[in-house]
């Protein structure tokens, strides 16, 4: 190994890497607060980074410098990836300090709450339509399958559904899982980018600090009755892939 090699390598070997691998509008701005208010973990948006060497592990702790503190207490550096333009590949990480946790929300709330984000924008948005909706669900869950059976055996899957109906249980399950030596809560701190556009949840809800179990209700919103249906009937076959080559499972 070449001396800039080691230099780099000891650079980043002072942290952890906890990765959630999910969608968009499955309640991982509210499980990533949860995580980066821990005192053992830093980091509680998403990066838009890939992670494909040792070098966008370092690159990673640089870019989140600059806007938040590491805490002196982490153990962890956290981020999430929930599109398919961004990369985990483990083959080329050491997968020792890696710990991966994998999330799936039922499809008909994700669309529709996919659907309600993007009309409530003053653009125009293709995510506003539910077949491109519908789209963006499916492929990126397509990928999720192809990621989990690529590492058969590498994380954890929890349900998104069950951070809100089941809190108590699945932060147990999930700070076992991560090795954590005091529990992750269902209250939350605020950070520098909470909120904020291109960070994750920017509604109101996201600012009370603490889980809230009512979910919205998108009645006025629909999906073609056919293309739910298979979007439905996929899922629930991807699922069960992605539940039976995870290490362990909480699932509905």
């Not at 806007?67 to 999430?80: A, E, G, M, T």
């Not at 009309?119 to 869950?141: D, G």
């Not at 904020?196 to 919205?216: C, L, P, V, Y």
Request: hydrophobic share 30%.
């Amino acid at each position: 190994m070449h001396l800039e090699q080691i230099k780099q390598a000891q650079k980043s070997s002072a942290y952890q890497h906890i990765f959630l691998l999910s969608h968009m509008r499955a309640n991982t701005s509210l499980m990533s607060h949860i995580l980066g208010s821990h005192p053992q973990i830093s980091g509680y948006y998403e990066m838009h980074l890939s992670y494909r060497t040792e070098n966008d592990l370092i690159k990673q702790k640089e870019l989140y410098s600059t806007k938040d503190v590491i805490k002196s207490s982490s153990r962890y550096l956290f981020d999430k990836l929930l599109h398919n333009d961004y990369q985990l590949l483990l083959e080329n990480l050491d997968r020792t300090k890696i710990k991966l946790l994998v999330s799936v929300r039922s499809p008909e709330q994700t669309i529709k709450s996919i659907i309600n984000l993007f009309r409530s924008k003053k653009i125009q948005h293709p995510y506003a339509q539910p077949e491109l909706a519908t789209e963006y669900y499916r492929s990126r869950i397509i990928e999720l399958v192809k990621f989990c059976q690529r590492y058969k055996g590498h994380y954890y899957y929890y349900d998104a559904d069950l951070i809100r109906s089941s809190s108590k249980k699945s932060l147990q399950h999930i700070q076992s899982w991560l090795s954590l030596e005091s529990p992750l809560t269902e209250q939350y701190q605020m950070f520098s980018q909470t909120g904020q556009t291109g960070a994750g949840d920017s509604s109101e809800n996201m600012r009370k600090g603490e889980i809230i179990k009512q979910q919205t209700n998108y009645e006025a919103i629909e999906i073609p009755r056919d293309l739910l249906r298979k979007v439905i009937r996929e899922t629930r076959d991807h699922k069960q892939i992605i539940t039976e080559n995870a290490i362990e499972a909480l699932s509905l």
